[in-house]
């Protein structure tokens, strides 16, 4: 296993951060973390990068442990934190030229780890970092933290605060790095992006609420799910809240995502409800479920 995890725990005073986390990486595996703010996903990744320590558990990174081999842990592996940490005030070559000088490698001998990547930005090359969109910083970033040819890579939130566009780049990129033998462990909030991942632990609240593939934890969602519109989304939010048989009732997109307590569901009578309650144009569909759906189902 590249990275594995064991009972880890994490408190802030009262709060507790990671709660008894378990779960293990293989080598060459793209897996990914997804969970809100707050989750704990930041903390993990930096107990994980030797940059804190855990209060209970141990893990291993590269078949390192974190205390005993942390110094080689931080020449072994990349971080890019979820927040642009780099020299701002200095260019994008400079900054580049530096992080190789660090890990005593330059960027002519790792430049085919990095090239697909290099290339967007090297128009820019003599651009402060501070002065690039927030989609190049997130290149510039990347590059920085493989410049010296990490064995595992740590991807925290890495495409929060990017452009659509920016963000499919980043997923192709970050699958290309993959290809080349890369372990990745990235996180993020963005329940659309677990479906790019090999397999995926959904965290709430500092605990792990399943780990599978994204296939096998939407198979495993339990209910029938639909799709119901109206014309007062509010108004159809409210009740379908408040109606007997609802089991679970939240927003997506255009449509609110229903599930109901009864294994056979009457969606005539439900529409009946509904109009009943001057809700005009009402729309019911059964639909197929997602991460985000099978999160919410969890995290209930």
Request: charged share 25%.
């Amino acid at each position: 296993m590249s990275i594995v995890v064991d009972s880890i725990s994490k408190s802030y005073n009262s709060l507790k951060a990671l709660n008894n986390i378990s779960f293990d990486v293989k080598e060459g595996e793209l897996f990914g973390l997804i969970g809100p703010d707050g989750a704990g996903k930041t903390t993990l990744f930096r107990i994980l990068v030797t940059l804190l320590f855990a209060d209970e558990g141990k893990a291993s990174v590269a078949g390192l442990d974190l205390v005993e081999d942390y110094k080689t842990i931080r020449e072994s592996v990349g971080y890019m934190p979820g927040r642009f940490s780099l020299y701002q005030d200095l260019t994008v070559e400079e900054n580049l030229k530096f992080f190789a000088t660090i890990f005593g490698t330059s960027i002519a001998e790792n430049y085919d780890l990095i090239a697909d990547i290099y290339v967007q930005i090297e128009p820019f090359k003599n651009r402060r970092a501070g002065k690039l969109s927030g989609g190049m910083k997130q290149k510039l970033a990347l590059c920085c933290a493989l410049i010296h040819k990490p064995t595992v890579l740590f991807l925290d939130e890495p495409t929060t605060g990017v452009d659509p566009v920016s963000r499919k780049e980043f997923w192709e990129m970050i699958k290309r790095l993959q290809q080349k033998g890369i372990t990745i462990l990235v996180s993020t909030p963005y329940m659309d992006e677990a479906a790019l991942c090999d397999r995926i632990a959904l965290i709430q609240d500092g605990s792990l609420l399943q780990i599978d593939t994204p296939e096998a934890i939407i198979k495993k969602y339990p209910k029938s799910i639909y799709n119901v519109s109206a014309d007062n989304m509010y108004e159809l939010i409210q009740r379908l809240k408040a109606y007997e048989y609802s089991h679970s009732v939240y927003p997506f997109g255009e449509y609110v995502h229903y599930t109901d307590k009864r294994t056979h569901v009457n969606t005539d009578e439900l529409k009946r409800y509904l109009s009943g309650h001057s809700l005009a144009n009402v729309s019911i569909d059964i639909t197929e479920p997602t991460i985000e759906d099978a999160f919410m189902e969890l995290a209930k």
